[in-house]
């Protein structure tokens, strides 16, 4: 095994309070599209026609069938060894969160408890008029843009997630910020690190002096701050980084 595996997981399980940030590389393995890369959504799809509260107020019938299709293949698929790595983890450490940028459930698929889903959850769309949430794995909402299932209230369902320009969850956010500027380690995983407010999360463990760790293929914005590097793919890192 690699000295800087060694090394990282050595910190990993030294580690009293433990953040893992995580991006769309840990699921691409999985079958789910990345954003950023060649092969990712953002080559096909422009990010202002489908993921901003404007694209849906133009077209939210285009914006549903877009989140349609993506939540089928979230449905799909299915976690893989960097998410079940993730749960390991967990079960080794008390205090422990997993603040995701994904929106495609896959963490809490792999057993993972404590998660915060700072970009939302596709499974989930909730009413723009009254706020009324509707679970669709459990219920899948009917028309080519499904209004409020609510007796009277007839207002537009959309994803929970959220778009660029919007605001995230204030409370989540503060507890993902808080719990970095307190971690002792902090992993990051398959992320290009670029769409804020997220990304400051491991800078706000770097700020502590978390050992910061970036399981990534190829560098990112975060690994000028890594500890350690571990170039590849999570799916054969992850695994490697987890104590027997
Ligand atoms: C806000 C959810 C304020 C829905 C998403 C200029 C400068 C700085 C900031 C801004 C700016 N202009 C605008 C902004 C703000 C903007 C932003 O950050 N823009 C950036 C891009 C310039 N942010 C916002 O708008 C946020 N809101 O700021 O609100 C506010 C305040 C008050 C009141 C009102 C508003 C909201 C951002 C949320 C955007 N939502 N999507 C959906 O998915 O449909 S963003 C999208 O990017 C995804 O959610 C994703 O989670 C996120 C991050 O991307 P990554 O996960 O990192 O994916 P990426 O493709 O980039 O990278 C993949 C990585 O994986 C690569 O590094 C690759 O090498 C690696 N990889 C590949 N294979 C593997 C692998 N790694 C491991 N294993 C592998 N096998
Ligand atoms: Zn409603």
């Known amino acids: 095994m690699d000295e800087p595996i060694l090394k990282a997981r050595d910190a990993i399980s030294r580690a009293e309070k433990l953040l893992v940030f995580t991006g769309a590389g840990i699921s691409k393995e999985s079958g789910v599209p990345t954003f950023r890369e060649a092969d990712?959504?953002?080559e096909k799809f422009k990010a202002e026609d489908f993921a901003t509260p404007d694209a849906f107020k133009r077209n939210p019938r285009e914006v549903w069938k877009w989140y349609r299709e993506r939540r089928a293949l979230a449905l799909k698929v299915k976690p893989n060894p960097g998410h079940y790595a993730v749960a390991r983890f967990e079960e080794a450490h008390e205090d422990f969160l997993?603040?995701?940028q994904n929106i495609d459930n896959l963490h809490t698929r792999a057993g993972s408890k404590n998660v915060i889903e700072l970009h939302g959850n596709i499974m989930h769309s909730y009413c723009m008029k009254c706020s009324h949430k509707v679970d669709e794995?459990?219920?899948e909402l009917e028309g080519d843009v499904p209004t409020c299932p609510k007796?009277?209230?007839?207002g537009l369902m959309r994803p929970k997630v959220v778009?660029?320009?919007e605001q995230l969850d204030p409370h989540d956010l503060e507890r993902s910020f808080q719990f970095a500027s307190e971690c002792d380690c902090c992993i990051v995983i398959g992320t290009s690190g670029l769409v804020y407010p997220a990304a400051q999360i491991p800078f706000?463990?770097?700020r502590n002096d978390a050992t910061i760790i970036d399981v990534n293929p190829e560098p990112s914005a975060i690994t000028p701050i890594a500890d350690y590097f571990l170039a590849g793919p999570?799916?054969?890192i992850?695994?490697?980084l987890v104590e027997e």
């Not at 007796?151 to 007839?154: A, L, T």
């Open 137 to 139: 794995s459990e219920t």
């Open 234 to 236: 999570a799916g054969q």
């Open 204 to 206: 706000l463990a770097r």
């Open 163 to 165: 778009w660029f320009g």
């Open 238 to 240: 992850m695994p490697q």
């Open 40 to 42: 990712g959504l953002w």
């Open 98 to 100: 997993v603040a995701t």
């Open 151 to 154: 007796e009277g209230c007839n």
